[in-house]
């Protein structure tokens, strides 16, 4: 006989040694013993109640479903859902009842979940998901309710996410829920064009139409809300004025607002609509400013931040060759460069600029084969369609100049002529009726001033006269005023440098030097950043967010040779701090760098396949 003590003290070879099933466990030894687990246990046992369900052997219990019944054990169905427990583990009447009725679930769904019970499988499809889940809630399943869930979600389309978001109400299914509103947002043009959007409640119709992630431009918002509006006009009228209010004007193309929205029949009806529609226009169509006395500002509402910012590049010289007819966009959200549709011409020294979420390229010399030609012509591209057309001409041909946009009008500032003269002059295009006039002329022509709008003013810093010396300079302009005056000062010597608003300054980017000025207006005093790595000019700038991108240019080197740059840097004047974006698809200077807001689909729809 061998004693336990021996058997604790002997070898260990015979675990080894013996022959047992793969599917056991024996690989926790303790001073005592060896502990076993055998993983299939559990499952054979629920196959073997299952079996004995199927059997009718030892089941106490009938769930039934109207006429039809399922026998069942009590302790299988109390130990699978905390709904069981309390009914057979209470004082209610059905812990001692032979049959037991459940209300509310159909007979082949309570088959489905008696089976699940004793298999953990069910087949979810699209005729028994509801009722599955429904009882699942019910009884208290949440891993079945779940699989429902995920089935559903692997269901959603633009034409059915507002009726599971009320599903998912109804089932308080918070993650179906979550999954449905973010197709609802995400796919907005597809589901305003759907009947569930038009049988909102005026409640639900206002929390979509205002969410900040609602992935669609604001005519598209217009639009749905009057199509609502009109699915039921006498029972929906009292609504009007708090829904429109979801409509972001500040974002509306001036143009589909004067057509569209500012007659309306419908909101010329309601006095509050009304008001919000008088403080727009002043918002919109006034040069003057709406901080003016009995001028309501509109209330400053963000884009909705569906909205991404993207970066472009438009003709310049490449790789020091001749002008390129390239464009180029970047997507700061996966940092890549793509290709869009080229300049209708070779364009020498344009200028450009962005309105009503457009790309103007103005004059330039246009460049062929064999004759250069200074050019009145102005382009207009669409990210959306991809395409350039052409526009109202400026009222002179002109190159190197500069432009910038305030509210609905471009201003086009001085330049070079037809006869290669220096022009003070500036004229202004109205977008919104078309037409091109002659403003005052600048106190003092310059070439390559660096030029921004801000608080209905135009300011121009610096550039150079026809003899090529900096001129230390700013020359501001009073836009409804049409009043020029200028101020002399030590601060300002750049020629071929950018000029951007970021933030409440004007910063004004290099200029055959590494500085970077910002001057404020209010103070009419100037600030010094960090400066640039390099010397820069004829570089491109552009903000997107709160950070500002300067693009290419040419560099002067230390032993002051001039050299073409592919350089992408990055400005954050939070932390006073320059960072490399990595480089240009090729070198290049004399571009055009702006700034785009659109949604992420309409710009990934304009990239070629």
């Keep these: 006989m061998v004693s336990p003590g021996r058997l604790r003290g002997g070898s260990r070879s ?12 024996m690989d926790k030894e303790s001073m005592d013993g060896l502990f076993f687990q055998d993983p299939d246990f559990s499952s054979d046992l629920l196959r073997q109640l299952n079996s004995f369900r199927q059997n009718r052997i030892l089941t106490d219990v009938s ?14 169905l109390a130990s699978s859902s ?52 429904e009882a699942a809630s019910m009884l208290q399943y949440p891993k079945l309710f779940e699989a429902c869930s995920s089935y559903l979600q692997n269901q959603l389309a633009p034409g059915n996410c507002l009726g599971m978001i009320r599903l998912s109400e109804i089932l308080s299914c918070e993650t179906l829920k979550r999954k449905a509103r973010e197709v609802a947002l995400t796919s907005f043009p597809e589901v305003a064009m759907s009947a569930d959007l038009k049988e909102l409640c005026a409640l639900e119709l206002r929390d979509y139409l205002g969410d900040d992630g609602l992935c669609g431009e604001e005519e598209k918002v217009f639009e749905a809300l009057m199509a609502w509006i009109r699915h039921d006009p006498q029972a929906r009228k009292p609504y009007v004025p708090e829904l429109f209010m979801q409509v972001r004007l500040q974002y509306v193309h001036p143009a589909f607002f004067f057509h569209f929205i500012a007659n309306d029949d419908l909101l010329q009806t309601s006095p509050a609509c009304q008001t919000i529609l008088e403080t727009a226009k002043r918002h919109m169509f ?56 080229k300049l209708p011409t070779r364009l020498y020294k344009p200028s450009a600029v962005t309105l009503h979420r457009s790309v103007y390229i103005l004059g330039g010399m246009a460049v062929s084969v064999g004759s250069s030609v200074v050019t009145r012509s102005v382009y207009i591209f669409s990210l959306k369609l991809n395409q350039w057309r052409l526009a109202e001409p400026m009222l002179v041909a002109r190159y190197s100049h500069r432009s910038t946009v305030h509210r609905n009008f471009i201003f086009c500032i001085g330049g070079l002529g037809e006869g290669q003269e220096l022009l003070g002059s500036m004229e202004r295009y109205d977008s919104l009726s078309n037409v091109w006039e002659s403003m005052a002329s600048m106190p003092v022509a ?21 003899m090529q010396n900096p001129v230390r300079l700013i020359q501001v302009y009073h836009i409804s005023r049409n009043t020029w005056f200028k101020m002399e000062t030590r601060m300002i010597k750049n020629v071929c440098a950018p000029a951007v608003v970021l933030g409440e300054r ?80 090729h070198k290049l200077f004399d571009h055009a760098c702006l700034s785009l807001q659109c949604l992420p689909h309409t710009a990934s729809s304009s990239f070629p396949s």
Aim: aromatic content about 8%.
């Design 63 to 76: 769930i039934c479903a109207s006429a039809q019944e399922v026998p069942c054990h009590r302790n299988v």
């Design 286 to 341: 006034s040069l003057h400013s709406t901080s003016a006395p009995g001028c309501r500002p509109l209330e400053h509402v963000p884009p909705r931040n569906s909205y991404q910012d993207f970066l472009i590049l438009l003709g310049g010289r490449k790789d020091n060759q001749q002008t390129t007819r390239d464009v180029l966009l970047y997507d700061s959200q996966n940092c890549q460069w793509q290709n869009l549709a």
């Design 506 to 585: 004007i910063v004004i980017v290099g200029g055959y030097t590494r500085r970077i000025l910002a001057y404020d207006p209010q103070s009419n005093k100037f600030a010094k950043c960090a400066d640039m790595r390099e010397r820069r000019m004829h570089h491109g700038a552009a903000v997107m967010g709160n950070k500002l991108y300067v693009t290419g240019g040419r560099r002067l080197t230390s032993d002051c040779s001039i050299e073409d740059s592919a350089s992408f840097d990055c400005y954050d004047p939070e932390t006073d701090t320059w960072t490399s974006q990595g480089q240009l698809p």
């Design 82 to 133: 905390p709904y069981f427990r309390a009914m057979f583990c209470s004082n209610f009447r059905e812990s001692s009842e032979a049959k037991v009725q459940l209300k509310g679930i159909g007979w082949p769904t309570l088959e489905q979940i008696v089976a699940y019970v004793y298999t953990g499988e069910a087949c979810i499809t699209a005729e028994n998901v509801l009722p599955l889940m």
């Design 14 to 25: 015979s675990d080894n040694g013996g022959c047992h099933c793969h599917s056991t466990r």
């Design 446 to 466: 310059v070439l390559h001033p660096a030029v921004a709008a801000k608080d209905q003013r135009l300011y121009l810093f610096g550039g150079e006269d026809i």
